[in-house]
């Protein structure tokens, strides 16, 4: 039995040796190092690249006005050696793909900077159509991608009242805009006169501004006091994200309004009388 024993032994310790790795020699002494698995303990360490993915922080959905730029983002996580697109899901026309563009249309362009993780797509003077989902799409395997849904507003700033107004000199002329937007922060709204940004600090004086911003939208109210003939002219509400609204504004030197919009009516009504009563005078000689 004893010779058994030893052979058991000896096997052992082979198979001990085989499971080592030397790690170096000194002096003709070799130091070994066990595996992690010589015992059936841990895994083994694989090294790979490193996962791509997006930044869960992006927003997937955009509101913008017509006109506006839109942006839609898409930041990339250890891009490596890969490629990032981005498609028109309804169909499915590879618009970009990193800086280069596949569309005739220029409006689109990729604002891409490798240092930041950024490859956004711009999409200038927004239009209608313009609407739908967008996908960034990167070509791993599986391929991944990240869908951003851009829905375009239609919006017309308004001029309360009538397009043309009426004003007797030396009265207060007060022009209300309106900006209704549900789905889009407050505007700045700017006045123009004949073109011409109204100044408020201006030599003339008088000129004051009421703003009120609010969850619905904007409402701007301009009052231009001790109005002058040259107060006349066209009167423009405009903000980056509507369409402008204008009003043309009379002011008058003593003439009362409605004597300028239905002039001559008092003038046919006159003749009139007087036609029928030369008819009942011949009728009664006759």
Known sequence: MAPFHGMALLLLGIGYLLHAEPLHSERGIAFFHLNDDTFGKGEKSQRGTKKTYFFKDTPQKLTVAIGQAAVLLCRVKNLGNRTVSWIRKRDLHILTSMSVTYTSDAR??????????????RIDYVQPRDAGIYECQVNTEP???RAVALKVLDIQARITGHQELYIRKGSTISLTCIIELQDLPPSNVTWYHAGVVIDFDGPRGGVSLETEKGKSGTTS??????????DSGNYTCASSKVTPASVMVHVLNGEHPAAMQHGGTGDVNRRLVLLVLIFLVDTMFR
């Open 108 to 121: 689109f362009t990729v604002v891409g900077n490798p240092e930041t993780d950024d490859w956004n797509l």
């Open 143 to 145: 391929k991944i991608y």
């Open 221 to 230: 109210k301009l009052l231009i006091t001790r109005a002058q003939l040259n």
